[in-house]
């Protein structure tokens, strides 16, 4: 079974089944990590009990999944660090938003922006089990990209604020745990690096910014590619493009913001050979 | 404190005893060592370290500080055992003292700056596996990684193609690394009981014999994760190499490498569980190959690129591609290399090419992936490298810069596009002194 939950309505209906409820929503407080690093909270789902049989079972995921998404060393043993800036996933216990996202009010989105939080995670999790036996999961997954929301709360961006996307095991080849049904297409990677740029750019650390940016739009873009049409995917092109706007802007932020001494018009940043209007360089033939 | 520190204090000095007798091993030769104390064979053409397969997470039990030696135990085993086919190997299991973190970039610091015996020399391959153990309700689950590099006179160097583009009255010198040489893998599930399993059987399967034939009855190698066992393969004739303990412990006899699928040794098999250690076997056969200026010997082109083959084959039949993009990428990626070695003719390096192509599109986030797609996009069939697939050639590598400001091959390549736009106007998209300016621009950031 594909489980979609393609509206309000569907999601509160099968959230009626579950342990956690949409009467339960709540935001509690969550730790961030400290300056200079970012954070990205990890909020608990609301789950069927197909999904986990008790409390405890979603405590063990939420650990593991912590476990997983944390592994900044590793990613440095890897010179895999994209970046150049810290990123800490920290577990919410407790802390269930409501699917619709309503909870997120502008003066609680200030105060995450305020503690560096780029994205927090959340969503509800469903499970069936298939004529083989097979238990397939599937996932229902918010992304509240924190410094896109703060600015769309001030009227500054347009961008989508809350993008949702569906995970249906029935697109891998082995049962996949919950974990790797989220994490393995790197959309959360693709989040952080738009969130992230997006926040540079507003600090106009644009070289950082663009770098981020078009790292997420790169992302973003293999993301769209394997998704049907639909809403998802509508959500991940309007990203892509917020991406690439936010792009032009760094480039030309840096256009504008000469070396400190330097007449107008002098280039002395890589940045100034990019494109505006292909802010990412050409992409490959086909 | 957990039940493995004593063994391990036990292994400390048996490691330190057999320490100098490692040093003067041949160019087969497995061991075990602290990291602190990490170093290569001086021998290999392609030496393995294995790190810490360390626990994260909050509840370092006794039971999974031993399951996670346990794991990194039996990846070096596996490992090693894979790579003895290629002959000039050396396999090293390196393990962290209780509460300590085995470092990867000090291991690699450690071997490979210059630091006499032990250390890497010009040529010398490594490739080095670590990975994480955490757990959830009766399963486990293992995330592994791995980093390759070659040796060259001041460190380690990237592997590099030479790209000629000839055309437009004109040619031009670039150059494109890999994608990346390193990569994380999913993590993967095994229950403890399998894990148990797996090492039961795996002493049962390694067997030493008296003579190179399967008939013959042998002994079981000794294999205890929490003893340190060095031993070294002081002879290879074919297929077959003389396993020969370092100290008192275990037995002496030869031992078959596994060369071909069928191999395979059965149910006991870590690689059932975790099958990125085929796409392990596949990249060492590939270092093994680059490994081949002397004084180091040459392996077959052709042998390493049927283990390569074999190995992919293996990690892709476990592994859909949707899981692991990356994986495949670089796949494609290391294929590109071997064939553009292999076969110079316009046709053979069109097919590299297209290789080249079809990672890029995997990995469309690595800047040195489109870097490699686009020095090499004009040699692709049908091709040719004219005035607008010079302009092309110019924006392509704008686009690998933004993905990373700093890479001094996607600077050195502009640079050099731009100085044909400078000497060539007729193939520029540019006046002359926009060109101008972005050779400044360039200059000036390949120097910061």
Not at chain 1, 219 to 224: A, D, G, P, S, V
């Amino acid at each position: 079974m594909n489980v979609r939950l393609p509206g309000h309505a569907t999601a509160c209906a099968l959230l009626a089944l579950c342990l956690s409820t949409c009467a339960r929503a709540e935001l509690k407080p969550c730790q961030s990590v400290r300056a200079p690093a970012f954070t990205v909270y990890l909020s608990e789902p609301a789950f069927t009990r197909e999904a986990f049989k008790t409390p405890d079972d979603l405590d063990a995921f939420m650990t593991r999944l912590h476990r997983q998404l944390d592994d900044g060393r590793d990613r440095r043993w890897l010179n895999a660090s994209t970046t150049d800036v810290d990123v800490r996933f920290v577990r919410c216990p407790g802390r269930v938003p409501s699917l619709d996202g309503e909870d997120f009010r502008p003066d609680i989105v200030e105060t995450m922006r305020g503690q560096g939080v780029l994205l927090e995670v959340w969503g509800s999790l469903d499970a069936r089990t298939a004529a083989d036996g097979t238990r397939l999961p599937s996932a229902d997954m918010r992304f509240l990209l924190v410094p896109v929301r703060f600015a769309a709360d001030r009227n500054e961006t347009a961008a989508p604020p809350l993008p949702r996307l569906d995970y249906v095991a029935a697109a891998f080849s082995a049962a996949p745990d919950f974990a790797a049904l989220i994490t393995a297409q790197r959309e959360v990677d693709a989040f952080v690096a738009t969130a992230l740029g997006f926040k540079l750019l507003r600090e106009r650390r644009y070289e950082l910014a663009h770098r981020n940016l078009c790292l997420a739009g790169a992302l973003l873009k293999k993301i769209e590619k394997r998704l049907p049409p639909g809403r998802d995917r509508d959500v991940v092109v309007s990203l892509q493009s917020f991406a690439q706007a936010a792009a032009t802007s760094a480039i030309q932020g840096v256009v504008a913001q000469p070396p400190a001494g330097a007449p107008p018009g002098t280039r002395s940043s890589l940045l100034t050979l990019q494109n505006p209007k292909e802010p990412c360089g050409q992409e490959l033939e086909p | 404190m957990t039940p493995t520190v004593a063994p391990f204090k036990l292994a400390l000095v048996r490691l330190l005893l057999a320490l100098a007798a490692i040093a003067a091993m041949p160019a087969y030769a497995g061991s075990m060592l602290p990291c602190s104390q990490a170093r290569v064979f001086t021998g290999a053409a392609l030496n393995s370290f294995v790190l810490p397969y360390r626990y994260v997470g909050e509840r370092a039990t006794p039971e999974l500080l031993q399951a996670s030696r346990q794991i990194s135990a039996l990846v070096h085993f596996e490992i090693l055992f894979n790579l003895l086919k290629y002959g000039g190997v050396g396999g090293t299991d390196l393990v962290a003292p209780p509460g300590e973190i085995c470092d990867v970039d000090f291991v690699v610091s450690q071997v490979s700056g210059d630091k006499g015996p032990g250390s890497l020399v010009n040529g010398q391959t490594l490739l080095i596996t670590w990975g994480r153990l955490f757990e959830e309700g009766d399963q486990l689950y293992i995330q592994s990684y791995l980093r390759f590099f070659r040796q060259g006179p001041k460190g380690p160097m990237p592997e590099t193609l030479a790209v000629h583009l000839a055309g437009a009255g004109s040619g031009l010198n670039l150059s494109a690394t890999l994608p990346a040489q390193a990569i994380a893998f999913a993590p993967r599930r095994i229950s403890r009981a399998d894990l148990a399993r797996v090492t039961e059987e795996f002493k049962r399967a390694m067997v030493v014999r008296p003579q190179k034939d399967l008939n013959v009855p042998g002994q079981s190698i000794d294999f205890r994760h929490e003893v340190a066992f060095p031993y070294g393969v002081t002879r290879a004739e074919g297929d077959w190499m003389w396993l020969q303990p370092l100290t008192s412990v275990g037995p002496a006899g030869w031992v078959r490498a596994r060369v071909r699928d069928s191999d395979e040794a059965g149910s006991w098999s870590l690689r059932r569980w975790l099958p990125e250690l085929d796409y392990v076997d596949a990249v060492a056969s590939f270092m093994r190959l680059r490994a081949g200026s002397p004084p180091f010997a040459r392996y077959s082109p052709e042998r390493a690129r049927d283990a390569f083959d074999a190995g992919m084959r293996r990690f892709e039949a476990a592994v859909p591609a949707a899981e692991a993009p990356a994986a495949y990428g670089l796949a494609r990626a290391l294929r590109g290399f071997m064939q553009w070695e292999a076969d110079t003719s316009n046709e053979g390096r069109a097919k590299a090419a297209e290789l080249f192509k079809e990672a890029q599109a995997d990995m469309p986030e690595y800047a040195a992936a489109r870097n490699l797609a686009a020095v090499t996009r004009p040699l692709r069939a049908g091709a040719t490298f004219d005035a607008p697939s010079s302009a092309r050639l110019g924006s392509e590598l704008v686009g690998a810069l933004a993905l990373a400001p700093g890479d001094a091959v996607v600077l050195d390549n502009l640079q050099r596009v731009y100085k044909l736009y400078a000497d060539r106007p007729q193939l520029s998209p540019f006046d002359a002194r926009e060109v101008k300016q972005r050779q400044q621009v360039i200059k000036a950031g390949a120097t910061r």
